[in-house]
Each structure stands twice: as structure tokens, then as C-alpha cells.
């Protein structure tokens, strides 16, 4: 896929129209206090299986202290995660796997980190679904923008977890 070839033109969403806020992010997504990688979700069409949103980098966030000290770059690894929490968002409030409760990571593939992520920056990713096997599994392409210059992106599948089976698991540890 060439650089050029956006998923969504930037002229089709806005940004300060929220369709999502955080609230409701967390109805379809698990993840709380710092491993939270959305702000706000911009722009939902079904019919089209994209969707749209953002992550507001703060000088809060866990890795500021500590990656890159005096120069800090968000990591590649939680632009994934954003990405990922994203198609999540998507698939679990759309239910394309069906009843699944959790939709954990999957794999990666053609991932490309093209620029630099900083503290005040607003890290808008777009994610289209490119397939879907309910209750198995969701491909989809996500693309990371800072002030509409690309700075990620790549494919992310997504599958759903054994809540039940990890729980009872855990307790069994613990």
C-alpha cells in the first residue's frame, strides 16, 4: 500500500465530533488507567467497515519518564495498541465476533513506523476491517497520522479471548 493511499480522506471526519468519548469506549474495551491508548472515537460507518479516532499524548502518559529522558517519542509498540484498541472498539460494539467479550492481539504484519510521536501531540488513527470470521477472527489496516502526516501503519488481527478460561486460570495462581 503506497503512502498516498489513505483509508479515509482526512475531509470526511472531524475531529471535534465526537461520536465516542471515553466513557463509551470503555463499554467495548477493557483496558483502564494507563494502558488506555483512546481518547475519543471521530467517525463509525458500518457500511464501509471503517472507523476513526484519537489519542491525546500527554506529558502523563507511563513511558514519558522514561523513553528517550529529555526527548520523549511514544513507542512504536503502543501505537499498535492504539491501532489495536481501535479495531477492537469497532468489532466488539459492531459484534463481529460474535458474543466475544475480550478481543485480545492476534499478530502484526507490513507494521511501519514512519515518524517520531510526541508529548502534545494528537495521534489520529483510522482502521478499516478487511476481514472478518465471526467468532475466529479480524484483519484489518490501520493507519496513524500526526497533523495528517502518516506516522504508522500496517495490518493488526485480532481474536478472541477465553475471559472465562484466563479467569479461573489467574484465581488458580493467585
Known sequence: MSVKELLLDFSEFDLNHVVADLEEIRRHNPQRYEMEQLTSIVYDDFARMICAGYKDITENEFWVRG????????????????????????????????????????????????????????????????????????????????NQVMVADGKIKGIPLPVDALVVQQKAIT
Open 67 to 146: 523513553h528517550m529522558p529529555g526527548m520523549p517519542l511514544m513507542p512504536g509498540v503502543l501505537m499498535c495498541e492504539a491501532a489495536a484498541q481501535m479495531c477492537s472498539y469497532y468489532a466488539h460494539k459492531h459484534q463481529l465476533l460474535g458474543d466475544t467479550k475480550v478481543v485480545g492481539f492476534g499478530g502484526l504484519e507490513d507494521v511501519r513506523f514512519r515518524d517520531p510521536v510526541r508529548v502534545g501531540d494528537r495521534l489520529v488513527i483510522v482502521c478499516k476491517m478487511l476481514k472478518v470470521r465471526p467468532g475466529a477472527l479480524i484483519v484489518c489496516r490501520f493507519q496513524a497520522f500526526v
